[in-house]
């Protein structure tokens, strides 16, 4: 089994930046392609972005495209989410899962098989 634990949310100004960070326990990740999605109140959970285990293929959504960046350290058995240019949109609890297909990066949340609990970051205008 594999435990994930996201940390880092926080209330930002639009504008600013914040990193999150996603520790895995359990087993080691280095092959999972790990991805980080949100849900806004009200809202879905929605894709935001992925990194395959050799963190050299990343994949985002639109709308964070240019202003996010996703990163990992296996030798920490961590991922990280580097959000820039926040705005009040990318309200939302954001949630770290992993995908065991090593082989393939997915935007599919039934494709993650392990998430942890969620980081709340709110964005003030």
């Known amino acids: 089994q594999v435990q994930l634990v996201e940390s880092g949310g926080r209330l930002v100004q639009a504008g600013g930046s914040l990193r999150l960070s996603c520790a895995a326990s359990?087993?080691?990740?280095?092959?999972?392609?790990m991805g980080w999605f949100r849900q806004a109140p009200g809202k879905e959970r929605e894709f935001v972005a992925a990194?395959?285990?050799?963190?050299?293929?990343?994949y985002y959504s639109d709308f964070v495209k240019g202003r996010f960046t996703i990163s990992r350290d296996n030798t920490k058995n961590t991922v990280y989410l580097q959000m820039t240019s926040l705005k009040p949109e990318d309200t939302a609890v954001y949630y770290c899962?992993?995908?065991?297909?090593?082989?393939?990066?997915?935007?599919?949340?039934?494709?993650?098989?392990?998430w942890g609990q969620g980081s709340q970051v709110t964005v003030s205008s």
């Open positions: 899962a992993a995908d065991p297909q090593f082989w393939r990066i997915t935007t599919d949340r039934n494709d993650y098989n392990y």
């Open positions: 990194i395959r285990g050799s963190g050299t293929i990343t």
């Open positions: 359990g087993r080691t990740v280095s092959s999972y392609t």
